[in-house]
C-alpha cells in the first residue's frame, strides 16, 4: 500500500488483550483493497501483535474468515469499496473460542465434521480412485449445488443454533451428511441420515439462512438443509 | 414411537390433515348445515349425522396433535439438558391427551 494514494478508513479491531489498541487508521490506496489488506497493514506498521489468521490470499482456503460490520465473510475476499463505510470493524468468528484478536480456534468447527462422520467411505475401497459421477447422474445433480465447501466456518458462526446449543452439528457438517447419503459411491449412505436425525441435528434448524447468506463461495445451505429434512420426512432411516 | 424424528414427523402430517380438514368443517359449518342453526338441538342432530362429527372427532385430534407437537418444538429450543428435553416432551404429549379428552367431553355432551 502507497500512503500516497490513499483515502483512510477506520479500522476497528476486537482485540482480546485489555489495553491493546482497537482503532487505526488505514490507507486505502483503491476501493477493492481487501480487509485483509487493512489487516495486513496495521501488522506491518501500526501494531504487529494483531492477530488473525490467512493464508491463500485468494478466497480458496478459508483461513481468514472473520466477522466484517457483524456479518461473516473472507478477509481477502472482502473488498471495503463495497462495504460502503469509512469504519470498518472487524469481529472474531462467533460460537467459537477466540486465540487471540480475530482468531479463533476451529477445532469446534472441525470436531462437528468428526461427529457427523464427515469423510467418505469407499463402497469399493480397493479402488485407487474413486469412480468418476456422471453430471447427468440424479443424484449428482441433486447434490451438485451443495458441493465446494471451505470448511472456513462462517456459516457456523452465522447459525443461531450452533453458538447457543452445545452439541448441534451445525450447517457444514450436516450439508456434507446430506452429500454423502446421496453419493453412491459412499458404503454409509442413507444410514448416515440417521446420526443427524435428532433434536440437536436436522430437526433443530429453523431454516433462518443465515448460513447460506454468509457462505463465501455461495453454497446453498439453507436449501440443503430443506433437502435434508424432505429425506428425513420420507426416508426409512435406521 | 416417541423419539425426536417420529415426532418431528408427526407434527408435518397433522399439518398436511388439519388443511383440508379446516375446510371441510368450514365448508359444512357455513353452506352446509348455515351459521344460523346453532342451537344445542341443532348442533345435537348434526353430530348425530355422522359426517360432521366424524369430522370434528379428526379435527380435534389433528389440530391438538399439531399445537402440542410445535410447543414441544418451541420449547426444545430453550432446554439445555437432555432431562429437561425429555420432560418437556412428557408434558406436551400429556396435555394434548388432556385437551383431547376435554374436547371429547364436549362432543360427548351434544350426542
Known sequence: MTESLATRITLEVDRSEPGKPSRFEVPVPAPTSRVLDALLYVREHLDPSLGFRYSCRAGMCGSCAVVVNGREALACQTSIGDLGTSTVRVSPLRALPVLRDVMCDLAPFFDTLKRAGAAIRPREPDRKTLRTMPPAEPHRAFIEGQNGCLTCGACFSACEWSATREGYLGPAAMNRVLMLSLDERDALGMSRLADVARDS?????HTLGN???VCPVGIP???GMQKLKGLLATMDVA | M???LNLWRWQRYTAIVT???VLAHVVLQL???GIDS???A???????????LTVDLLLLVAVCAHAFLGLRSVLQDYARRSALSGRITRVTLIAFAATVVYGLAALVAFI
Do not use: H, I, N, Q
Not at chain 1, 441435528?201 to 434448524?205: D, F, K, N, T
Not at chain 2, 341443532?42 to 360432521?52: C, E, F, N, Q, T
Open chain 2, 2 to 4: 416417541l423419539d425426536d
Open chain 2, 38 to 40: 346453532a342451537s344445542y
Open chain 1, 211 to 213: 448460513c447460506s447468506v
Open chain 2, 42 to 52: 341443532d348442533v345435537s342432530a348434526r353430530l348425530k349425522g355422522g359426517a360432521m
Open chain 2, 19 to 21: 388443511l383440508p380438514l
Open chain 1, 201 to 205: 441435528g436436522a430437526l433443530r434448524c
Open chain 1, 221 to 223: 445451505l439453507r436449501e
Open chain 2, 31 to 33: 353452506f352446509v348445515f
